[in-house]
């Protein structure tokens, strides 16, 4: 009689362990190169006043990344110092969004103080405003209370982006998974174990769906100011209700950066999403790592079947092609950025 002899080692391999090479042949391939020309509206360069951009700009042209907007431009001497160094060396490569400290909000001066210094940032060369997951999560008024989004105290910040015309960008919470139960039914079950401190309940510091709420109405509260959902709001896992909403608040458009595997998975009903919605979804990547932008160019644009995820914690499914058509494409790739934020030059891209 054989026997097989499996080690110990082997079947002892945990759930982190296990990444199986997929056994299927089928027509595809890597897309290493955009098929056109995109801007990265979600970057962060966080030394941009004083980098050497050299080395960014070919990673850049190795993409076929035209623009990449820099959202972590901070505010005041350091703004200005990047946006310095970007005239001085690429001066249509780059952007810089402003940012704001919120901690101590509601303080006798403050708002005003705040809406006189981003009016300046915007003077200095900062072509939008980035708000961060802070608000919302850890942020604290003058009082020592959470800070919510939709805070009146702050509408007036808001309301100067609606008047200077420029584009708020905001990334609220963080996915709904990381309020859910720590189980075996949670999909970002890999992530938490590998990533405890981003495990969130409802008193940390209350439930997902209020700060979501929060950042809805604010989007409501002021239609006249643009804003960019960072993450699709972190709805990219229920396209029907992102549709929803984005019928709802006509100012609100979405950027795809770190859900790229939500689309992946579903790419028939995303490509509708896509075609429906087209001029709402804007490119953005968030991390600066450009070895991971070919997964975004290839769900966007192949036919491609069951190719794998560049980040195992984030999505342990294969992704699949929208294969969405050049005039979505565009849209998505540059046509929507470079109406929404103001100043880019739009001799980079073809003319169509």
Known sequence: MLFVSISFTAQDLSFEEYNPKSTLVVPGDSIKVAKFPFIDVHGHQRRMSNQDLAPVIAAMDTLNMAILVNLSGRTGEELQKSVKNIADHYPNRFVVFANINFEGAGAEGWIEETVQQLEQDVKNGARGLKVYKSLGLRNKDFEGKRLAIDDPRLNPIWAKCGELGIPVLIHAADPESFWDDFDGDNERWLELKTHPRRKRDATNPVPWEQIIQEQHNMFKNHPKTTYINAHMGWFANDLGKLGELLDDMPNMNVGIGAIIAELGRQPRFAKKFFIKYQDRILFGKDSWKPNEFPTYFRVLES????FPYHKKYHAFWAMYGLDLHDDVLKKVYYKNA???????????????
């Open 338 to 352: 470079l109406r929404i934020v103001p100043g880019l030059d739009n001799s980079l891209f073809p003319k169509d």
């Open 303 to 306: 036919a491609d079947e069951y």
